[in-house]
C-alpha cells in the first residue's frame, strides 16, 4: 500500500549515497542547536534525539518534525530509551547537568561523571560502530570519561574543544584586520576553557603568514593586543552567558561542522579534543586535549605537526597538567 502506483519498466533506483544517522543526547541549548543546523545543512538522513525529561524531549521532536516542508528529508526519532539510537554514525553527547549555587567545578564534574556512566554504555551497546562527540562541559575532561567508559580506540572519541574557541579567535582577528573570518587561519589549542593556548606564530590569512607580514611592515603588534585578543576569546564565553544565559548558535554550527568533516570525509583539519599523550612533548599520563587534528570518516586521522614556540609548547604542557590534575581526583 504506498502512496504512488508503481509504474512498471522503469530503471532500478540509481545507487543513494550513504545512510547516515546521527544521535544528539540531551536537548537542551546546545543539543537543540546542534540538531536544527544539522537539519539545515542536511547532514543526516535520520536524527535521533535522546534526554532524560519525556516531554521537553518530545515537544522538541514534534517541533522539528513540524518543520519537515521546509527542510531537507531527514527522518526524525526521539525517545528516552537508547534503542532510539541503534545504528548512529555518529552520537553528538551534549547532556550536562547544570551547576548548582555555591557548587564546586569539582562537584559539578562529577556529577556529569556519573551522567556519563549513564550514557556513554548504552550508546556503545546500540552503536558499536559508532563515532563519539562529546561537547558536554569540561569537555576535555569528559572526552577522556567517554573514552574510558566506551573501550572504543582512541580515534573514535573526539571532544568539540577549542574548535568554537578557534572560531571565535578567527572572528577576533577579522574583525581586526578587516577582512572575512574563513579567510583566516588561526588556531587555539589546549584546554576549551581558561588555560587554552592561542598559535600565534601561525595565524595566516589568505596564506600570508600575520606576524612576519606586519614585522616586514614594520607594524608591531604589541604582546598586549595579541593578550587582548585571545583574553576576549576566552571571556567572550562568559559574556554571552551572562547576556543570554546560554551558548548556543556558535557551538551549533561548529559540531555541525564537525560533523560535516566527519561523515562525508572531508579530511578537514579542525582544533579538536583528541588523546594528547606523545604530541608536542606532551607525557604524564592519558590526557585529552585540543589539538589540530585531521578528521574523516575513521575519526581522527591524524595530529597535525604545526611549528610551536617553545613559549606555545610550555603553555601547552601547563594546559595538560591543568587537565590532568582534575582528572586524578576522579577515581576512573
Ligand atoms: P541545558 O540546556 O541544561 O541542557 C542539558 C540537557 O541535558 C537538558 O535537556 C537535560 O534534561 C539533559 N540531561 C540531563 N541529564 C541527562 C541524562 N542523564 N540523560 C539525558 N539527558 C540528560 O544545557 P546546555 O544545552 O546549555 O549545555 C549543555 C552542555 O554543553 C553543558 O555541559 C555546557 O557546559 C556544554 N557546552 C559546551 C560547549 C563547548 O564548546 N564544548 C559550548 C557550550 C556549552
Not at 556512566?117 to 563515532?131: A, C, N
Not at 608591531?220 to 585571545?230: G, Q, S, V, Y
Not at 599520563?285 to 605537526?305: E, H, I, K, Y
Amino acid at each position: 500500500q504506498t502512496f504512488f502506483r508503481s509504474i512498471s519498466n522503469t530503471a532500478p533506483p540509481s545507487p543513494t549515497k550513504r545512510h547516515t544517522k546521527i544521535s544528539v543526547i540531551g536537548v537542551g541549548n546546545v543539543g537543540m542547536a546542534i540538531a536544527q543546523t544539522i537539519l539545515t545543512q542536511d547532514l543526516a538522513d535520520e536524527l535521533a534525539l535522546v534526554d532524560a525529561k519525556s516531554d521537553k524531549l518530545r515537544g522538541e521532536m514534534l517541533d522539528l518534525q513540524h518543520a519537515a516542508a521546509f527542510l531537507p528529508r531527514t527522518k526524525i526519532d526521539a525517545s528516552i530509551d537508547y534503542s532510539v539510537t541503534a545504528g548512529s554514525d555518529l552520537c553528538i553527547v551534549t547532556a550536562g547537568a547544570r551547576q548548582n549555587p555555591g557548587e564546586s567545578r569539582l562537584n559539578l564534574l562529577q556529577r556529569n561523571v556519573a551522567l556519563f556512566k549513564s550514557i556513554v554504555p548504552p550508546l556503545v551497546k546500540y552503536s558499536p560502530e559508532t563515532i563519539l562527540l562529546i561537547v558536554s562541559n569540561p569537555v576535555d575532561v569528559l572526552t577522556y570519561v567517554a573514552w574510558k567508559l566506551s573501550g572504543f580506540p582512541a580515534n573514535r572519541v573526539i571532544g568539540s574543544g577549542t574548535n568554537l574557541d578557534s572560531s571565535r579567535f578567527r572572528f577576533l582577528i577579522a574583525d581586526h584586520l578587516d577582512v572575512n573570518a574563513q579567510d583566516v587561519q588561526a588556531y587555539i589549542v589546549g584546554e576549551h576553557g581558561d588555560s587554552s593556548v592561542a598559535l600565534w606564530s601561525g595565524i595566516s590569512v589568505g596564506g600570508v603568514p600575520v606576524l612576519s607580514f606586519l614585522e616586514r611592515q614594520q607594524i608591531a603588534l604589541e604582546k598586549e593586543t595579541l593578550e587582548k585578543i585571545h583574553k576576549e576569546v576566552v571571556q567572550c564565553a562568559y559574556e554571552v552567558i551572562g547576556l543570554k544565559g546560554y551558548t548556543s548558535w556558535a557551538i551549533g554550527y561548529s559540531v555541525a561542522n564537525l560533523a560535516r568533516t566527519i561523515l562525508r570525509d572531508q579530511r578537514r583539519i579542525h582544533p579538536v579534543s583528541v588523546l594528547a599523550k606523545g604530541f608536542y612533548g606532551i607525557d604524564g599520563g592519558d590526557v585529552f586535549l585540543s589539538l589540530p587534528a585531521q578528521l574523516g570518516r575513521s575519526g581522527v586521522l591524524g595530529v597535525t605537526n604545526v611549528h610551536l614556540t617553545d613559549e606555545e609548547t610550555q603553555q601547552l604542557k601547563n594546559s595538560a597538567k591543568t587537565i590532568l590534575e582534575v582528572q586524578c581526583q576522579l577515581g576512573i
